[in-house]
């Protein structure tokens, strides 16, 4: 290029003219890769933007899962609760129901000696009541028949007394 450069008036224009060229086109060329590494760093930015961004979203899908399971254990320790709770309860209710049972049947059992009880005795004050009747009827027949003896015996007396009365009388006189 330096023989170029001793020739012609022209080609010293040209190549001046070439140089500033040359010098606006490397200016270009600086700025197109100035804004390419711009726009680079904007893309890695962006990027990494969604790489932070899967990574917050694989975080929050762990979170959810672990959230999740959490709930499955939460929710099946209490199914468990409750059904042995239910369990309990079923249990309590056969065993209060079998005590009712119980406790009606002895009741049951308790009102029937009670009836007997009250048979036997009404039973027993018959007796005695029929046999208080025949005590009296005895106690008044055997006052009549102590009243007639007694009239039989006065009457005796009496007969004894006037034949006393007529021998003395008749001793007398």
């Known amino acids: 290029m330096a023989a170029k450069k001793k020739g012609d008036g022209k080609k010293d224009g040209d190549d001046k003219a070439l140089k500033d060229m040359n010098d ?12 390419i590494a711009m726009e680079q760093e ?11 961004c899967r990574q917050k979203l694989i975080e929050i ?7 999740g ?6 929710n099946s320790e209490m199914k468990g609760q409750y059904r042995s709770m239910l369990k309990e309860k079923e249990e309590r209710i056969t065993q209060l129901e079998d005590e ?12 029937k000696g009670i ?11 018959e007796d005695k009541d029929n046999e208080i009747r025949d005590l009296r009827k ?25 034949l006393a009365n ?8």
Do not use: C, P
Request: charged letters at 40%; aromatic letters at 8%; glycine letters at 4%.
């Open 138 to 162: 005895k106690i008044d027949d055997m006052s009549q028949e102590f009243a007639s003896m007694l009239k039989a015996t006065l009457d005796k007396m009496q007969e004894r007394i006037e």
């Open 42 to 52: 904007k893309t890695d930015r962006s990027r990494a933007g969604q790489s932070e």
């Open 24 to 35: 606006m086109l490397s200016g270009q060329i600086n700025v197109l890769k100035w804004r």
């Open 166 to 173: 007529t021998q003395w009388d008749s001793d007398l006189a």
């Open 115 to 125: 009836k007997e009880m009250i048979r036997s005795k009404d039973k027993e004050i």
């Open 69 to 74: 399971k959490k709930s499955f254990h939460i």
């Open 61 to 67: 899908n762990q979170y959810f899962e672990d959230e």
């Open 100 to 111: 009712l049972y119980r406790g009606e049947r002895e009741l049951s059992d308790k009102e």
